[in-house]
């Protein structure tokens, strides 16, 4: 399947510019959209494991058979061919040049600027760690989610997430509570929810918070709404023996769905780049790698300015990558950066057949009632990204 994909891509035109893009997720093909539409001329290359995209928000709907894996995994080939990009399959292994050389398994790529959108990775220190299942580190973790359940004809069930203490924007909780109000959704559909004692737990004792206390409060009062019993506020200590060991207590579970904390990808932890406390690749408010020039970051592996709330999300990603292009565009032309991206969370916290809207930005916050319009307008957004591929 991927015999000619070292292969380069023919340019049309002339190049000027050596741009580097490493990743294949929201950041990076939000990134090569805006640099090509901001520089036509420009030699753009794309590094990435594998010529795939997969769209991260859907797999919730993996397990109840309302998605399947296949679904969600997309060749990007006809879109880097469209927009004349290079495509190199390897792996980032490191930077040298102050950035102007990218290391990969592949071989070695000079720029003129790069863009790093090589995602961040989910933090797995605690013990028996490997008896949870974490549904964002892709499509067969979301399958195997499906078998365990369709195996299941009761028991218990515990979903819950943690964070970065080093770096309080990395964590990602808004899946978890999608995935738990669908499961709860599925199994009254099926007709086994009696059957099954649902837990959600997280060592945050307001969990939702970065979503605003308006959201908090609807959260929560869903959860009782539907019999889920919290435990929260209590450190975790282990998933050992398929129990669930909080300092506040601990109880079994036949299986534990678990979303860790965030840190940067592996690759960064023996490179020049700065780093965060939470091991982060620092930058700006626009998207500027700390002391290295003409070096960006948009995405989940970097650490940005901003508030407490500012989220880890497909569109927080997009709105960096937007900037970063920008600020990129500017450097090769001799100019300073002059683009900050938008801090905006904005997402619906979908229940499988209906869906919250929250929305949090710097002036203001709004949380909307469940409704199954809210279910749809995912749905249809999911089509309406996917279509520009």
């Not at 929560?220 to 019999?227: P, T």
């Not at 300092?247 to 700065?274: N, R």
Request: one cysteine or more; glycine letters at 10%.
């Amino acid at each position: 399947m991927f015999e000619k994909l070292n292969t380069r891509i023919e340019p049309n035109m002339r190049k000027t510019a050596k741009i580097t893009v490493a990743g294949a997720g929201f950041a990076a093909l939000t990134g090569i959209r805006e640099l090509r539409k901001r520089l036509p001329d420009a030699d753009i290359t794309l590094v990435a494991p594998k010529p795939e995209f997969v769209y991260l928000p859907s797999l919730i709907w993996v397990p109840y058979g309302l998605r399947k894996g296949k679904d969600l995994v997309y060749d990007i080939m006809p879109l880097l061919k469209k927009l004349d990009v290079s495509y190199v399959q390897g792996s980032v292994s490191g930077i040298s040049e102050d950035g102007r050389t990218l290391q990969t398994t592949a071989h070695d790529i000079e720029n003129d600027t790069l863009l790093i959108a090589t995602g961040g990775r989910y933090i797995k220190k605690l013990p028996g760690i490997g008896n949870a299942i974490t549904i964002c580190e892709g499509v067969e973790a979301a399958e195997k989610m499906r078998d365990r359940l369709q195996e299941m004809d009761g028991g218990t069930i515990a979903m819950g997430f943690g964070g970065n203490p080093r770096e309080p924007a990395a964590m990602r909780g808004g899946p978890m509570f999608e995935l738990l109000f669908g499961l709860e959704t599925w199994l009254r559909q099926q007709g086994t929810r009696n059957r099954f004692r649902l837990i959600f737990f997280s060592p945050a004792p307001q969990p939702g918070k970065r979503l605003g206390m308006k959201a908090v409060s609807k959260l929560l009062n869903e959860m009782d709404k539907r019999g889920i019993e919290p435990h929260l506020g209590h450190k975790i200590k282990s998933f050992e023996n398929h129990v669930v060991a909080t300092e506040g207590g601990e109880f079994a579970a036949d299986l534990i769905m678990f979303m860790p904390g965030m840190t940067g990808p592996a690759w960064v932890q023996d490179s020049p780049l700065p780093l965060s406390p939470g091991g982060m690749i620092k930058a700006d408010a626009m998207t500027r790698v700390a002391g290295m020039e003409g070096v960006f970051v948009a995405g989940d592996g970097g650490s940005f300015p901003g508030p407490d709330w500012m989220p880890k999300q497909a569109h927080m990603a997009d709105l960096q990558a937007v900037a970063a292009a920008r600020n990129m565009a500017l450097y090769l032309d001799g100019k300073p950066a002059a683009h900050k991206f938008k801090v905006e969370l904005l997402c619906i916290i979908d229940t499988l057949d209906r869906g919250m809207l929250v929305y949090r930005g710097e002036k203001r916050s709004l949380a909307l009632p469940s409704m199954r319009s809210l279910h749809w307008a995912k749905r249809y957004f999911e089509k309406a990204y996917l279509r520009h591929l």
